[in-house]
């Protein structure tokens, strides 16, 4: 077991050692194309149930049985919109599996902001596996989904065969937690799609300078929804900030090196946003000297985190899965 402080202080206090999910069927309706769909591919509704009683839902794209799936964790305020890129790229090639986690997206909210925590997550993510009947998957995290991912191979290495890192490693930089404190939470609600869109762009315009207005308004389309009255709001539990705003800002951040460095010997990627105030180059850097089979690749002019439908970034994950078992 291993049990630390996290980086992102998302939780007080993160152990590894986690209890076993209800069991429960998984929900599969018929496949369908949802309003928000930004691709040509289809999916099914999945859900699967947590230990404390919450219905949770992924996105599921089929694909080859017989190849290994792809199990996408997005980060922080994200769902599973964020993956259709890769959803894009590779279902019918392989199955893709894309999870909200507790109180993101269509995934219901938790009844104690204080589950808002990497071991709850870890709970939640373990019941995954056993409802949903998964082995062994290759794993892509954008951000705190990297992170939980890293605490997955510590806990649960025979369940990876490939994990693909997006803007996230051992060290975060305090510049860019101390920019997530202040949004993180921060519920806004805007009367049309493109105000909301403008919003968008005036606070996340150093981490995609160059979008055009049709670029902002296909990643507003991922961040919100259209909300019970009527407006466009953030999809996710504004409470998520709440571990956040009670832990102590002058906690230090704990050394992940050991857990990274620890990680199963199956094929890794880093993708790095070269403007990114989370990952820095040099820890990008030491990870692929570090770590074994570690490939990395910088998404030019671009913060945290990249889209993952950037050229680079879709051929890189191509690569690290023709090397995955």
């Not at 992102?8 to 194309?33: C, I, N, Y």
């Not at 149930?49 to 694909?63: K, N, P, S």
């Not at 199963?264 to 089979?293: F, H, N, Q, W």
Request: aromatic content about 8%; some cysteine.
């Amino acid at each position: 077991m291993v049990a630390c402080r996290f980086g992102l202080r998302f939780g007080v206090h993160l152990s590894l050692e986690t209890k076993q999910g209800r069991e429960t069927s998984v929900t599969l309706p018929k496949a369908r194309k949802s309003g928000h769909n930004m691709t040509d591919q289809a999916w099914q509704d999945g859900t699967w149930e947590t230990a404390d009683g919450l219905t949770l839902h992924y996105r599921d794209y089929a694909g080859d049985p017989a190849r290994l799936p792809l199990l996408c964790i997005p980060g922080l305020t994200r769902n599973a919109r964020d993956f259709e890129p890769v959803a894009e790229r590779f279902a019918g090639e392989r199955r893709v599996i894309c999870v909200n986690l507790r109180g993101r997206g269509d995934s219901e909210y938790a009844k104690d902001s204080a589950s808002y925590a990497p071991a709850t997550y870890l709970q939640d993510l373990s019941a995954l596996f056993e409802q949903a009947r998964l082995s062994s998957v290759v794993g892509i995290g954008t951000s705190l989904g990297g992170i939980l991912f890293a605490m997955m191979g510590a806990q649960n290495p025979e369940r990876l065969a490939g994990i693909v890192f997006n803007d996230i490693g051992p060290v975060i930089e305090q510049t860019g937690l101390d920019r997530i404190r202040e949004y993180v939470g921060s519920g806004r609600s805007f009367p049309t799609w493109m105000h909301a869109a403008r919003h968008l762009r005036e606070t996340m315009l150093d981490v995609h300078p160059d979008f055009t207005i049709s670029e902002w308004l296909r990643l507003t389309k991922r961040l919100m929804v259209v909300g019970s009255s009527g407006r466009i709001v953030y999809d996710y539990d504004m409470r998520v900030a709440d571990p956040m705003d009670d832990a102590d800002p002058e906690t230090p951040i704990p050394d992940m090196w050991p857990v990274y460095t620890a990680l199963p010997p199956v094929p890794k990627l880093v993708i790095r946003g070269e403007l990114s105030d989370i990952l820095g180059e040099p820890t990008m850097a030491e990870m692929t000297s570090r770590i074994p089979d570690c490939e990395s690749v910088t998404i030019a002019r671009t913060g945290h985190v990249p889209t993952l439908d950037e050229d680079e970034a879709l051929a890189a994950i191509a690569r690290l899965l023709e090397r995955a078992a």
